[in-house]
């Protein structure tokens, strides 16, 4: 069993920044990508961003030049830098992490939320 636990949410206001953890944790034989899902009220999950263990990252064209994505593979963590945010950004976040031979596992979810 693999558990997320996720942090670094909270209010801001718009053009600031947060950055938001993700520590997967359990027994976890490798770790294949790791990434970031939103949902806002009344849409569906979206990804945001995904970074693969050999550090290729893929980002939505929603937030690319102002997130970035980061891990450190030992400590199974993955990071997510939110800068420039908008109001629009707001949603509460998923960590994702995908493992060894191919399971997904899900966080309990981070509540960003922009003012504008």
């Known amino acids: 069993q693999v558990q997320l636990v996720e942090s670094g949410g909270g209010l801001v206001q718009a053009g600031g920044s947060l950055r938001l953890s993700c520590a997967a944790s359990g027994v976890i034989f490798r770790v294949n990508a790791m990434g970031w899902y939103r949902q806002a009220p009344g849409k569906q999950r979206e990804l945001v961003a995904r970074i693969t263990s050999g550090g290729s990252a893929n980002y939505a064209d929603s937030v690319k030049g102002r997130f970035t994505i980061s891990r450190d593979n030992p400590k199974n963590t993955v990071y997510l830098q939110m800068n420039s945010l908008k109001a629009e950004d707001t949603a509460v976040y998923y960590c994702?992490?995908?493992?060894?031979?191919?399971?997904?596992?899900w966080g309990q979810g981070t509540q960003v939320t922009v003012s504008s």
């Open positions: 994702n992490a995908n493992t060894f031979p191919d399971y997904n596992y």
